[in-house]
């Protein structure tokens, strides 16, 4: 009793706080989508709504299905608007780790998903599903066909897509469904919620812009006028798999400073081989990240290049010079280096290797979010540098347009 009367309270409040975009929309529909820009609200709307099912429906049967399976503990489940959070007393759900699994006292059970891991989702069966920032999902169309196939209990199941959009394929199919309802709101529909630093120092310097108009307003940016790649383009080059590989490299942009505050660090992996007559390049992975020391990214770049089982390291060495080619030695001083130096702007140099995707030359192993955001958006006229972007151009130039780039035998990539 005292369970029911505190799950009835925490239904109340939230229906007392909630946004209008938060909200259970009204009608038949299967599929709720809900668009927002960063902060909007989106994963307290979709752990509110899990909640709900868990409580008024007895043992259901829940799918989470995040960008990795930490995203799916740490944003959806543990976060500050996850589920647990939200959870009246009495009624929270026990997270059991190895099992990646929400247990609630009445019955109901919520299983955590990677959108790395497309075929974990097989075997199982749902009465309602998840999905958060189904727009950076790695393996978007073979998840979400494995989820679509799982979701097959009950008289009427449903899910709900919680993210900030990009103009992806699968998600325009989504929007255009009879059975979907889409939802829009952007960030500052949340503003009440939201530090005021974040729009004086942060919102302020993407207003106005495209990717501001995606990250801020929520909205699909299809194409920026004068941006050597589009949407359309990056949709052509996308491949589910590589084939054997020839050749492997690993490219860094190393930031001009580190620590805390330090730019970010683009990290590219791409490979090349034969297809047909045509040599093709495939860019396999990227691992960026901002706020690195010299060593941590030396370290990262040296992991990436082990795993992959790459050939060599592509590092740009005009900030810095030769430390940045000595940062790599002292963590890993086995794995061979060779240093690039731009002498020209980074669209005179990035334009080569769009012509190449312009020819069916450089191939995308699944989604990378923030790379194609990068290159979809980069016109050559000031704003961030676009350090993911300006990796890909070294990974490429070095594997098909510099004149040492070998010519490719075969080999298996491991």
């Not at 299809?222 to 996308?238: M, S």
């Not at 770049?301 to 030769?322: K, L, P």
């Not at 290159?375 to 540098?385: C, I």
Request: glycine content about 8%; some cysteine; hydrophobic content about 45%.
């Amino acid at each position: 009793m005292l369970r029911e009367v505190a799950r009835q309270e925490a239904e109340k409040l939230w229906k007392a706080n909630a946004h209008d975009h938060q909200k259970e929309p009204a009608g038949d529909w299967t599929t709720w989508l809900l668009l927002g820009g960063r902060g909007a609200g989106k994963t307290r709307a979709g752990a509110e709504w899990v909640r709900k099912i868990a409580n008024d429906n007895g043992p259901a049967a829940i799918a989470l299905v995040a960008e990795t399976y930490a995203d799916a503990r740490e944003v959806m489940i543990e976060g500050p608007s996850g589920i647990r959070a939200v959870s009246p007393p009495g009624a929270t759900p026990h997270y059991e780790a190895s099992r990646r699994r929400l247990v609630w006292p009445d019955g109901a059970v919520a299983y955590a998903f990677s959108a790395e891991d497309p075929d974990g989702i097989r075997g199982y069966q749902f009465t309602a599903a998840w999905s958060d920032e189904f727009a950076k999902w790695r393996y978007a169309e073979e998840t979400w066909s494995n989820l679509q196939l799982a979701l097959r209990l009950g008289e009427k199941p449903r899910q709900m897509v919680t993210t900030t959009p990009r103009p992806m394929a699968l998600l325009k199919r989504l929007i255009a469904s009879p059975i979907t309802k889409t939802v829009r709101a952007s960030t500052y529909d949340n503003r009440a919620h939201l530090s005021d630093a974040f729009f004086t120092e942060i919102a302020a310097l993407y207003e106005g812009t495209a990717l501001g108009r995606q990250e801020l307003m929520g909205e699909i940016v299809d194409d920026v006028a004068g941006a050597l790649w589009t949407w359309n383009l990056i949709e052509a080059a996308r491949i589910s798999a590589a084939p054997a590989l020839d050749r492997i490299v690993v490219a860094v942009d190393p930031p001009a400073t580190g620590g805390e505050n330090a730019d970010e660090c683009g990290i590219v992996i791409a490979g090349v081989a034969y297809c047909g007559e045509v040599m093709t390049a495939f860019v396999l992975a990227d691992w960026s990240a901002a706020g690195l020391s010299p060593r941590q990214w030396a370290e990262k770049t040296a992991a990436a290049y082990h795993e992959f089982s790459a050939d060599r390291i592509v590092v740009e060495v005009n900030q810095g010079g030769d430390m940045a080619k000595a940062v790599i030695a002292q963590v890993d001083a086995s794995a061979p280096v060779r240093g690039v130096h731009a002498t020209r702007g980074k669209r005179l140099r990035a334009e080569p290797v769009a012509a190449l995707y312009e020819q069916g030359r450089v191939r995308h192993v699944g989604d990378l979010p923030k790379l194609e955001d990068q290159m979809t958006t980069f016109t050559g006229e000031g704003g961030k540098s676009p350090d993911r972007l300006d990796a890909l151009v070294w990974a490429i130039t070095d594997l098909i347009l510099s004149p040492r780039a070998p010519k490719p035998g075969v080999r298996k990539l491991n």
